[in-house]
């Protein structure tokens, strides 16, 4: 890669305005690229290429990382850091696809938060009454989920006994203790 395509790739990753020759732009300065531009090439970047493509159909077919990676055609002991790539690229794919940081948690992760289920009551083989009330497995699970999502979710120590236990790290920014 040459170093003017260096730069613009990496100013396009600041988010800095980039000139048709590859250089960045001072940010007062009007970039020479649309937005549109900016967005397309952004794009391309995220991108999977057909390796990283493979590695991910190998891995969800039940592959280990290592099997995976030379079945796609990764030198041995490169395959981690392929995947890493990809999970690099998942953000700006997961925009694309309409699936946002807003997006996610307000359609989906919100909503399981006052999920509910149904209960029935059965006499002699009849449903006799149902009621709502709340699907605390489903609330675990999207709690998990956001602290996760945020960070604060740290792993279960070696031989915790309780599989639904949850253990959350609360940091204190600002104000007074």
């Known amino acids: 890669m040459s170093k003017q395509r260096l730069k613009h790739d990496e100013a396009q990753t600041a988010g800095a305005p980039v000139t048709a020759d590859g250089t960045a732009t001072p940010s007062s300065a009007p970039a020479l690229l649309s937005k549109t531009e900016q967005t397309r090439i952004l794009d391309a970047a995220a991108r999977?290429?057909?390796?990283?493509?493979?590695l991910i159909y190998y891995l969800t077919e039940g592959m280990t990382l290592t099997e995976a990676g030379e079945r796609a055609g990764y030198a041995p002991g490169s395959a981690n850091a392929a995947l890493t790539g990809i999970k690099e690229?998942?953000?700006a794919i997961m925009d694309r696809l309409g699936l946002a940081d807003e997006v996610l948690i307000e359609k989906y992760l919100m909503p399981?938060?006052?999920?509910?289920?149904t209960e029935f009551a059965k006499f002699e083989g009849e449903i006799t009454d149902r009621v709502n009330v709340a699907a605390n497995?489903?609330?675990l699970g999207a709690l998990?989920?956001?602290?996760?999502?945020k960070g604060r979710l740290t792993p279960e120590p070696a031989g915790a006994m309780d599989d639904h236990s949850i253990t959350v790290n609360i940091v204190h920014v600002g104000g007074e203790a």
């Open 48 to 54: 999977l290429t057909p390796r990283q493509r493979q």
């Open 89 to 91: 690229k998942m953000p």
């Open 112 to 117: 399981l938060l006052v999920a509910e289920e």
């Open 137 to 139: 497995g489903i609330r």
């Open 144 to 149: 998990e989920l956001a602290f996760k999502i």
